[in-house]
């Protein structure tokens, strides 16, 4: 029997909606079902209407389905707003609490309140007696739930995690005791695969910048970026990692370079309107040939936007921004275990380049959790590029911007020999001080610029999902790669002939490759969260492809199969 | 052993009789006088004829933003505290456009010793008011007189609890020789504010103007103690001009905050990637 359901917990900030969405996540993951969870927030930390929803399957998922088939209501609200959308799903509430009648075909009644006073004593164990109860609904071993508990709370000692053990039990036996037919959807029977790593974007990106050996990061916290920050700061003492909260975007990208200037892998994060105030020391970033990794994880602007949801907004602002020209690098990872590659790749791209590079995401990434294979560190390699000690001594001169067939120059750190290093903002010499000459800033410009074929050489092309050739060809970059894999799955299944093809190397280009793989004799579809078809005008400007269509979504809510397949109707495409 | 020799005379593109003179001479016989070799320096310098400075100086540089002395200046310090980092700006790039990134640099206290080449006008974008023009100085942008409180910049430090606060007089080069090689020595934040006359833009506070002024804080047996004392001096500006170090207090650096410093420099920290496997472990 195949399996594949989603669980949505909805309610208000602070009753504990990602506390239940997070462990039972975890429960499936530990029993070895595929997941993949994706988070619904406003800018409140408390009230409002929130969720967290899972979907379980036992078969690889990577997207959210548009079905949902169970309701956790912690709140009126949530039943009223997302009841339309269960079909024949069910609902989980407190019937006491909301007022409503105790059980009717949909409505399934757990006391969550009495039974957390009752096993725990205090209300407090709401949320882990809601966990029980979905469970004990779906006739999952509960025992999975008991570990991940027990992995929660055993630093705040034995009597808690005994207690939680309760409470979750209480709930479990309630929904066993009381629906245990009710519901048509049982786990109890679910295959069983290998143990799987659960890890969302920004997790997935901070385990990255670490693995690379990230030594430095300044930031200034912005939703949806802050999860990096704070993940590679709960590990900076081990990892030997400084991280510094910057009075503001502008000094913490200025501080990076500094460090990074000095000889460390630094890196910053942020979201668009953080990065506006970057631009200018990107600029410095570009003409002083600094290394610096830029997380940007994008969010619906302009302005404040819409600071919770998601959208690939800022794709031609990371292109573009900055005064002058100069070589950069753009990466936007598709999954969490891609962003892990990604990120140590943006390191050594950096550090060879001498440039920003950015790893574009976005909070829909950023939030989403996903069950992936285990990351495998021994791919992972790290590359300085810096000058040694003894190449160093046996130097005579040392020149910072020496100019070089590929444009790299040789890398030093100040205070690493007797070799002074000099960088400078102006247009400076091969010795890195001012010079104003046109003739040097030809050789200057020619030389920064001799970068890009190297680092264009070292782009990864597009991923090819579906057939090589077919009637419709989606494009599509970064985070949307698991609605538009499942989309082509999908339709693929139902006898239309689509296929994916999907960037995470975004720029620079590799033109010519992707002239080959797009120009087949298909419909082109560029599908993108932005309201001007960004990736579109990327690819006709760098690579001279005109996309057939653009399918745009910019309401800051993610892609989903369901979307991109009724916009494809409505287009007459399928 | 360090000798001036080390720190030789460079081309400038200053304007003859420039109060930059003084200061740059000054910055090179401190660092001799401490033993300090230009590989082991690292000057980091904002934009404007102040910024320029470094490139009149022997040793490491990095020439950044106008007004972004400070982050790249942390950010090097943290990742290679070993390295003696100045930062030198003019006025406008301190107290305009870096103000913020100053009060913050205040707070974290980094083993740094900031200087500030304070000619009171913007000489590189040739005459308007900069954040300390006195009050009423007429320019061609502020055309009926600056109206705007000057900035004072000790008084800011002083009430930061600023580790090091100090002003020096670029025409009283031995003088301000002694307190750049204080503020260096100085384990914290140093901030060396510099009352520099500007030739061709400020005709209010010259050389002649200044020298009539100045008095020295240590001939009158001032102690640098004392936070309440060394504000009252902060805010004494007319016919007379106290220079010196006005307040020193020793306070944990930013550095100290750091463990991993405790063994050496960030950049040679060592890595153990085993971490990340077991990290990764967590996951699953």
Redesign the interface.
Known sequence: MEHDISIRIGGEAGQGIQTIGLALAKTFQKSGLHVFSTQYYLSRVRGGNNYFQIRVSDRPVRAMSDRLDMLIALDRKSLEKYMEELNDGVVLLDAEEFKIPSYDKQLFDVPFQKIAKGTGGSKLYTSTVAMGAVLGLLCFELRYLEDVLRDTFSKKGEEIVHTNILAARAGYEHAQNNYKDKCKYSFAKAGRTSRKMLIDGNDAVGLGALAAGVQFLASYPMTPSTGVMNFVAAHADRFNVIVEQAEDEISALNMVLGASFAGARAMTTTSGGGFSLMAEALGLAGMTETPAVIFLGQRPGPATGLPTMTEQGDLLFALHASQGEFPRCILAPKTPEDAFYLTAKAFNLADKYQIPVFIMSDQYLADAQFTCERFDTSKITIDRHLLSDDELRTMDTYRRYSITPDGISPRALPGQSKHLVVADSDEHNEEGHIDQTADNRILMMEKRMRKLKGLTMEMEGPDVYGPQEADVTLIGWGSSYGPLAETVELLNEEGQSLNLVHFTHIYPIKSEEIRNMITGKGTTVCVESNATGQFAQLLKAEAGISVDMNLLRYDGMPFTPGYIMRALHEKKVI | MVTIEDYPDIETEWCPGCGNFGILKAIRKALVNIGKA???V?M?SG?GQAG?LP?YM????????HG?T???????????H??TVLTVGGDGDAYGEGG??L??AIRRNPNITAIVNDNKIYGLTKGQASPTSELGMKTKVQTHGVVNTPLNPLALAISLDCSFVARGYAGNIEHLAGILEEAIKHRGFALVDILQPCVSFNKLNTFKWYTERVYRLDEEGYVPDDRIKAFERSLEWGDRIPIGIFYKKEKPTLEDG????GEGT??S?????T???E??DS??
């Open positions: 230009p590989h082991e690292l980091v934009i320029k490139h022997k040793c490491n540089m990095f020439n950044g933003l972004r400070l982050p790249p200046a942390t950010g090097a310090k943290i990742a290679n070993e390295l913020n990134h009060i913050h750091f463990g991993v410093l960030l950049i920290s060592p890595k153990d990637q971490l990340v496997d990290l990764i996951f699953m």
